[in-house]
């Protein structure tokens, strides 16, 4: 924690050592039962008065992380295992065994849990968001500003169920550039695309229905999906989209109510779909009746259709069986929670009901400071930069992770993600990698079934760091 | 609107002529079909320019408020119906006839949506907020600018799925003032006391489940559960708290899962349980099993347990048994979107990872500025000042409505809410109201069944206008 504290980040000396303890027990880089320094010690080493210490220590015995031993000192509480509850009526790949069920040591809520810390993001090659320092901290603080000094009187009533109507016309014109039209009618936000998918399954499915996902895909879902009753099923994601034999087949079979798909920059793969696919997916979603939710989180780390292909569901069906999602998590500020639905004029309003029902409306707030930024034209730089930044990184990494044994399927000219073959079960990967403090994403996360998976995803703006290449160099190939 | 537009508010003139247009045709002032003034005539009579006028009318074509008829002018767009989706399995009250269920032109979501708009308060004596005017804008201002002053780069990552930790730790001490112990790691922020309710009840039940609220409660849980698959069943409540005779009854042949309560301040009949009932009804869920859900939105409109009786089912249970939920929406500032849950370390984490799966974290922002404002001390003061400007109104308005013919059968001592007997069907008494351009909230809004009743529900502090009086007056006991 040397170096870390700061007098004038505009948190207390005691907020940041709390901070930051409770962040390094969250990690499991101070692990349960271990003896924290003494509080004499503590305050040498960080030029702070044992005053301060005592306070940070009580603090995080409040909060559950430390306790106090008479006499001995302070110690890092022990804390219970965490795992989501078992999926009900659960998760299952198309053919895949029910004892990839089995519990496991690394779960989802795991990964996401430590995806949230402060963890040093030099640690963290299997995280999901960009560096803090690649974003543009001083645009949404700008940007906050000059909201805080808005009439405060429109935040005391409720704001309306749809969101902030100046972002919902804002996104209308960026929906425009991608050859979406949608009113600000058709438009809804939520707090982020997480609460956006959470309100289209719930309003299309009822328990019991099936819910296709691509294979691999973004974890959280899974979970949010069983947790409804969905039956959630894996299509298999090829290099231009999904395998549309294999979706005819399954859709045939399962009569899924919804398919979510991330048309551009998959995660994890950072692949795209091709025109012909989006076409042929398009056809099957109306032959079988079901409904697209393109999930476009990805969007901005896309330089645009005039310099990479890149089609969009919603542009071809203009919002008729498709359900279009984005949000701001990703290329704006992931603490805002501003994500947002475009959808029909008739299902924008259900959704808006079932919004109601769930968070009555948004804060404003975040939308504002999401609409001040986009209104104000910069944000277009900042993407343009975070892409030539990635743009960077990329080639580079690519050939660094070739030379250590990880073999690339589809190396894609965008995005942040790299999803790679480490010729051995990327769980034993993951497990060595955290006994070293690097947070590694393996394969099985991303699998519907959460199979063992010898892939995973690299997030190539967190690779910086020689430690990472020395782990890799010396485990790849090594687990069996 | 003449006399609403402002040069001075932080708002263009044209998004305030957009949001007060958008609100009149919400509130139905303005209804499909009706022609808006030309944009000279509405230029001259409100002092802007024709410029002002077209971008205005514009936006609210984009927004789908108004449409243009060539060579006729604008016009504002017909509508669809609002209706929530039919409950499944549905809401039935001990003894309900199903038929209550039929559509009925007032439905929650009507009523809902305009308690969102900007609607006059003056013209609301059914809503269920306090006036802007009666909370603290500027402190909600100076906080907002402090937080906009700190680091920016802590919005640019994921917040913690449990909450801002400092203002959990507020939160313990305002929960120790209660007499119930919460460690911060046994309190989770959500958006709002809604959301909470959400959680809770995914986390808890199964579609099928049983859910018991008291009747009448508040109306947006019933279409919440409803949503989820629960069967809803109301306990009569009475001055003192439920009918305990018909609670053990219920629970007996309904095995609930949970009891949604308002300990103190009921909504809608501002009574609290008296610690005779609160005992009881612990007894009862011990003996049942099942959870109990305090919601204690209105805490800070109760002057204290010192001054009046107040038993917290979280203070004798010490979260058991209980899960405790609190706001900030009612007498803080609603659009903030905070509010929090209290319950065992257990449970706090298990409702942890379902919010993840909900909306990922909460925002930062507004939790930074509730525990500005907690954490500076002018909230109690505040919270004083509603309290006797409540105080200094409510005597009056009883006996006003005592004599208009509104009978209160329990007259309680604090909150907002009276709720009366008008001695007719008071749904046809509020769509007489509406056509006269006054909300109010007739009885079977808050009947889980949405059974008709001769009660509604009044906030003495919106009842100032004499328009209200001279209505009531001519209304009460005319309608059959």
Redesign the interface.
């Known amino acids: 924690m040397v170096g870390l504290l700061s007098r004038d980040?505009?948190?207390t000396l005691i907020?940041q050592i709390?901070?930051s303890v409770?962040a390094r027990i969250d990690e499991r880089l101070l692990r349960g039962g271990a003896r924290m320094p003494s509080i004499r010690s503590f305050a040498a080493t960080h030029g702070v008065s044992p005053f301060t210490v005592v306070a940070s220590y009580d603090?995080l015995v409040?909060?559950?992380y430390l306790e106090s031993r008479r006499g001995a000192g302070f110690f890092v509480r022990e804390r219970?295992p965490?795992a989501?509850?078992a999926a009900?009526p659960g998760i299952t790949s198309a053919g895949a065994a029910d004892a990839a069920l089995a519990t496991k040591p690394i779960d989802v809520?795991w990964l996401?849990?430590n995806?949230?810390?402060?963890m040093p993001h030099q640690q963290m090659p299997g995280t999901g968001?960009l560096p803090?320092d690649w974003?543009d901290?001083?645009a949404?603080?700008n940007a906050?500003?000059a909201?805080?000094?808005?009439?405060?009187?429109?935040?005391?009533?409720?704001?309306?169920?749809q969101g902030f109507?100046?972002l919902?016309?804002q996104l209308?014109h960026k929906l425009a550039e991608l050859e979406i039209a949608a009113?600000?009618?058709q438009i809804l936000t939520t707090?982020?695309v997480?609460?956006a998918l959470?309100l289209v399954a719930?309003e299309f499915t009822?328990?019991g229905d099936t819910i296709f996902v691509d294979d691999p895909a973004w974890f959280?879902m899974f979970?949010?999906f069983a947790?409804l009753?969905a039956k959630v099923i894996g299509i298999p994601r090829l290099g231009d989209g999904p395998d549309v034999a294999r979706l005819a087949e399954l859709a045939a079979i399962h009569k899924p109510r919804l398919y979510v798909i991330n048309s551009v920059l998959h995660n994890p793969s950072s692949t795209s779909l091709s025109a012909a696919k989006a076409f042929q997916v398009l056809k099957l979603a109306e032959e079988h009746d079901f409904i697209l939710v393109e999930d476009d989180i990805y969007c901005d780390l896309h330089p645009g259709s005039a310099v990479q292909p890149a089609t969009r569901l919603a542009a071809l069906d203009q919002l008729q069986r498709v359900i279009y999602l984005g949000g701001f998590?990703k290329t704006m500020?992931?603490?805002?929670?501003v994500g947002f639905i475009a959808t029909s004029?008739?299902r924008a309003?259900?959704l808006a009901?079932?919004k109601?029902?769930?968070?009555?409306?948004?804060?404003?707030?975040?939308e504002r400071v999401v609409y001040k930024v986009l209104s104000e034209g910069s944000y277009r730089k900042h993407a343009d930069r975070v892409r030539a930044r990635l743009d960077s990184v990329r080639a580079k990494t690519l050939r660094q992770m070739e030379r250590v044994g990880l073999k690339i399927v589809h190396a894609a000219p965008a995005g942040m993600f790299v999803w790679a073959d480490a010729g051995c079960d990327t769980n034993a990967l993951a497990e060595r990698a955290m006994a070293e403090h690097l947070l590694l994403a393996p394969g099985s996360l991303f699998s519907p079934a959460q199979l063992p998976s010898t892939f995973m995803r690299f997030n190539v703006a967190a690779m910086q760091e020689p430690a990472v290449w020395r782990f890799l160099e010396r485990a790849v190939g090594a687990v069996k």
Not at 147 to 161: E, H
């Open positions: 980040s505009g948190e907020d709390v901070r409770a603090k409040a909060a559950g219970l965490m989501l509850n009900e809520v996401v849990r995806m949230f810390r402060q968001v803090s974003l901290g001083a949404i603080a906050l500003r909201v805080s000094r808005q009439n405060a009187n429109l935040l005391l009533s409720y704001g309306v169920p109507l100046p919902r016309q209308q009113a600000p009618e707090a982020g997480t609460q959470g719930r009822r328990p959280l979970g949010s947790a009753g998590s500020a992931a603490n805002l929670r004029p008739e309003e259900r009901d079932r109601m029902l769930s968070t009555l409306t948004t804060s404003d707030i975040g």
